[in-house]
């Protein structure tokens, strides 16, 4: 990663994913979105990271509401480009999962220009001069469909190019991709020199997509990796939701097989999950979504909480997760 050791320094094993503070499924007032963004300064997170579509623009200029008096040397902020948001005064700001966002509709955009353009454009909204790492986003399969491919090559040789001319010329210090798929990034990989993954949801107690060849690969690349979804939409948590979906039976049958093995050892199983994805060495950071400040404590608390070896032992045991997946027990499985 291009100024990788300051980067990994910054960003911390906890960060703070924007997407929940551009009202995703719900709306939040700005008083609460600010106080939740304090909340998580004052808990010691650093590390920040939202997006265009989040709120069509409504996350963004939360985050530069809050953040833009910090000192800017102390965090490490993230945003997106694909998307650019187009001005509609007859758009009630529902986009997706996102409800009573700005009044602007969402295009894809790919090209070099339109990716200086989004990155321009988030500046502003964020009202800071300065990008840390800037995600190519949702450039896979789950949002574009079996045509994919060629939007992707289409990405590589333009917003990846334009994002290595804005690392060269210091308005940004690491670029790469924000996805939900692995092959995304494996295909990054073969294509282009991306400095950092945002993965969502594919490394979680649930799911280990990236366990065998992704992450061997980041390893022996460099590339860095942000898990997010730890919680799978919420259903490791105890909701309903996986990956952005109503569970299914067998997936709430996976998680309930976890809570038992949990409860058994006296483990939150939340604070079982964040652990699992910082466990793995090619990870930097975990970003839980959040919305309150209580949920911001909580989420510190968990990552700290005491997990004894023989549950991560037991898991394995019965076939819930990998048998070589690095947990916090094992450390010398991150180095196999």
């Known amino acids: 990663m291009s100024d990788l050791p300051s980067l990994r320094h910054s960003i911390g094993p ?3 994913g924007g997407a929940p503070l551009g009202n ?4 939040v007032t700005e ?27 409504l996350s963004e ?28 005064p007859g758009s ?22 339109g990716a200086k353009r989004s990155v321009e454009d988030s500046l502003q909204r964020l009202g800071m ?5 800037v995600y190519i986003h949702d450039i896979a399969e789950d949002v574009h469909g079996p045509g994919w491919k060629p ?8 917003a990846a190019q334009a994002l290595d001319d804005l690392k060269r010329q210091g308005v940004i210090r690491a670029w790469g991709l924000g996805v939900n798929t692995v092959e995304a990034c494996e295909r990054a990989l073969g294509q282009s020199n991306p400095d950092i993954f945002l993965l969502a949801g594919r490394y979680s107690l649930l799911n280990t997509p990236a366990l065998d060849k992704l992450f061997p690969d980041c390893l022996a690349r460099g590339v860095d990796v942000v898990v997010g979804g730890p919680y799978n939409s919420g259903l490791i948590a105890g909701g309903n939701n996986y990956n952005y979906r109503e569970a299914e039976t067998h997936e709430v049958a996976a998680r309930d097989a976890l809570t038992a093995v949990a409860a058994r050892h006296g483990v939150d199983l939340r604070a079982a999950a964040l652990q699992f994805c910082e466990a793995h060495p090619a990870v930097v950071s975990v970003i839980p979504g959040t919305s309150t400040p209580a949920r911001v404590a909580e989420n510190v608390a968990l990552l700290a909480q005491p997990i004894p070896d023989a549950f991560w032992a037991e898991l394995k045991a019965a076939g819930l997760i990998p048998a070589h997946a690095p947990t916090p027990a094992t450390p010398a499985l991150a180095s196999a």
């Open 129 to 133: 001069s300065r990008i840390d790492i």
């Open 31 to 57: 008083a609460q979105a600010e106080e939740t963004l304090h909340a998580a300064w004052n808990a010691g997170i650093r590390y920040f990271d939202t997006a265009p579509v989040y709120g069509t623009g």
């Open 151 to 158: 939007l992707f090559d289409e990405a590589m040789t333009g």
């Open 14 to 16: 906890l960060g703070f």
């Open 24 to 27: 995703m499924f719900r709306a």
């Open 92 to 113: 009630d700001g529902n986009v997706g999962p996102f409800v009573g966002g700005l009044p602007f509709d969402v295009a894809y955009d790919y090209s070099a220009d």
């Open 61 to 88: 200029h939360r985050f530069g509401h809050a953040l833009r008096s910090r000192p800017r040397d102390e965090f490490v902020l993230s945003t997106k480009v694909g998307r650019m948001l187009r001005a509609n």
